[in-house]
T-cell receptor, first 115, second 111 residues
Framework: GAVVSQHPSRVICKSGTSVKIECRSLDFQATTMFWYRQFPKQSLMLMATSNEGSKATYEQGVEKDKFLINHASLTLSTLTVTSAHPEDSSFYIC???????????FGPGTRLLVL | KQEVTQIPAALSVPEGENLVLNCSFTDSAIYNLQWFRQDPGKGLTSLLLIQSSQREQTSGRLNASLDKSSGRSTLYIAASQPGDSATYLCAPENTGNQFYFGTGTSLTVIP
C-alpha cells in the first residue's frame, strides 16, 4: 500500500541551529501534505498545509518565518525549523492524502529535541 | 474551528473486558472520521475510517460508530487484550483533508 516516509526519525540539535525534516510520499503523488506537531501529553495539532508549487498555509499561531515549508515536487515536502529553541522540541508528523483525497497516509514522525 | 473532545482521558481495565471510548466534535461538516492508535513515542496507526455517509465500521474486535449530526463517535473494543494498551485518537477530517485530533484516551489493559 501507499507509504509516507519521514527523515530523520529523530534529531537532536543545539539551540539556534536549523533543522530540516523531509516528508515523502513513496508511491503516489501528493499535491497537498499536512504538517502536525505534538507536544508531550498533548494532542496532535495541525501546523500548516503544504501545497505543491505554491506557498504553504499556516494555522493561527504558527510562525511562517520560523517553520519554513517547501513543497517542491509532488512527492516531497520539507519542514525547516529555523533557529530552533528548546520549546520547539516536539514530535512532528506529516500526512499526505491521495490525489482524490479518499485516503490519507501518515508518516512515522520525527522527534526533535533542541538542547 | 473544529474542537474534539475524548472521554475518558485515561482508562484501565482488566484483560477480557469490553470497553467504549467516546469522542465528540463541534463541527458536523466533516468528510470522514478516523480512529487512530498511537503507541508511546511512535506515529499513528489507522484503525477504522468512517465516511460521513456511514454510521459504523467494524474491523475484528473493533467497532466504530458515527452520529454525524450530533457530533459523536464511539470506539468499541471487545475482549480487550494487553496488546491493546495505547493511546486512542479520534480525528474528524474536514473536506480540505485536514485532521483535527482529540487529546486521546490512554488505555491500559491489565493482564
Amino acid at each position: 500500500g501507499a507509504v509516507v516516509s519521514q527523515h530523520p526519525s529523530r534529531v537532536i540539535c543545539k539551540s539556534g541551529t536549523s533543522v530540516k525534516i523531509e516528508c515523502r510520499s513513496l508511491d503516489f503523488q501528493a499535491t497537498t501534505m499536512f504538517w502536525y506537531r505534538q507536544f508531550p501529553k498533548q494532542s496532535l495539532m495541525l501546523m500548516a498545509t503544504s501545497n505543491e508549487g505554491s506557498k504553504a498555509t499556516y494555522e493561527q499561531g504558527v510562525e511562517k518565518d520560523k517553520f519554513l515549508i517547501n513543497h517542491a515536487s509532488l512527492t516531497l515536502s520539507t519542514l525547516t525549523v529555523t533557529s530552533a529553541h528548546p520549546e520547539d522540541s516536539s514530535f512532528y508528523i506529516c500526512s499526505a492524502p491521495t490525489r482524490l483525497g479518499e485516503t490519507q497516509y501518515f508518516g512515522p514522525g520525527t522527534r526533535l529535541l533542541v538542547l | 474551528k473544529q474542537e474534539v473532545t475524548q472521554i475518558p482521558a485515561a482508562l484501565s481495565v482488566p484483560e477480557g473486558e469490553n470497553l467504549v471510548l467516546n469522542c465528540s466534535f463541534t463541527d458536523s461538516a466533516i468528510y470522514n472520521l478516523q480512529w487512530f492508535r498511537q503507541d508511546p513515542g511512535k506515529g499513528l496507526t489507522s484503525l477504522l475510517l468512517i465516511q460521513s455517509s456511514q454510521r459504523e465500521q467494524t474491523s475484528g474486535r473493533l467497532n466504530a460508530s458515527l452520529d454525524k449530526s450530533s457530533g459523536r463517535s464511539t470506539l468499541y473494543i471487545a475482549a480487550s487484550q494487553p496488546g491493546d494498551s495505547a493511546t486512542y485518537l479520534c480525528a474528524p477530517e474536514n473536506t480540505g483533508n485536514q485532521f483535527y485530533f482529540g487529546t486521546g484516551t490512554s488505555l491500559t489493559v491489565i493482564p
